[in-house]
């Protein structure tokens, strides 16, 4: 296992639909267990393949509170119903140190794959529906600079820019 460097908005991966998972492979397994790691080192509450520059329609989420974990994988998620809405305070590793307002469907079912290939489906609700979602966008090529309007937007890339040089990040 591997901690990976987390990508930065604007980068290009982020802005893109990911490819769709084929192989359940070794190397797949090995994605996986490096983002869970990367994910709790951040830390955070979940990762997409395209934070950490792969191009594969994979996400984990871990939203167990204290020092238990309840890590949950998804390969080539859909959302297949939703319900209710709720606006979340949202935080992203590919947008460090800012929070965005965002309205989010209170209640999903996803279907998705396992690690393994097997199709699955759950319901999620409140935090872990919302970091579905919020995952889910980001294989969408969808960012919560998206969610925003356009001077928030500039503000948010400005801001970047200023994290990025304090952090010493290359473009």
């Given at each position: 296992m591997a901690i990976r460097e987390i990508v930065i908005y604007p980068a290009d991966i982020l802005k893109r639909p990911c490819q769709k998972v084929e192989?359940?492979?070794?190397?797949?397994?090995?994605?996986?267990?490096?983002?869970?790691?990367?994910?709790?080192a951040a830390p955070g509450v979940g990762l997409a393949?395209?934070?950490?520059?792969?191009?594969?329609?994979?996400?984990?989420?871990?939203?167990?509170?204290?020092?238990?974990?309840?890590?949950?994988?998804?390969?080539?998620?859909?959302?297949?119903?939703r319900e209710g809405e709720i606006e979340w305070e949202e935080?992203?590793?590919?947008?460090?140190?800012?929070?965005?307002?965002?309205?989010?469907?209170?209640?999903?079912?996803?279907r998705a794959q396992r690690v393994d290939g097997e199709l699955f489906e759950l319901e999620a609700e409140g935090l872990f529906a919302v970091a579905v979602q919020h995952e889910l966008d980001h294989l969408n090529g969808v960012s919560l600079a998206?969610?925003?309007?356009?001077?928030?937007?500039?503000?948010?890339?400005?801001?970047?820019?200023?994290?990025?040089?304090?952090?010493h990040i290359e473009e």
């Open positions: 192989n359940f492979d070794d190397a797949l397994k090995t994605l996986v267990e490096d983002m869970a790691e990367t994910m709790y393949a395209n934070q950490i520059n792969v191009d594969a329609r994979v996400f984990v989420i871990d939203v167990a509170e204290g020092d238990e974990c309840e890590l949950h994988v998804f390969v080539n998620p859909e959302i297949v119903a935080g992203c590793l590919s947008f460090p140190e800012m929070l965005v307002n965002v309205q989010r469907s209170q209640k999903v079912k996803v998206d969610k925003v309007g356009y001077l928030r937007k500039k503000m948010m890339l400005k801001d970047l820019q200023k994290i990025k040089k304090k952090r």
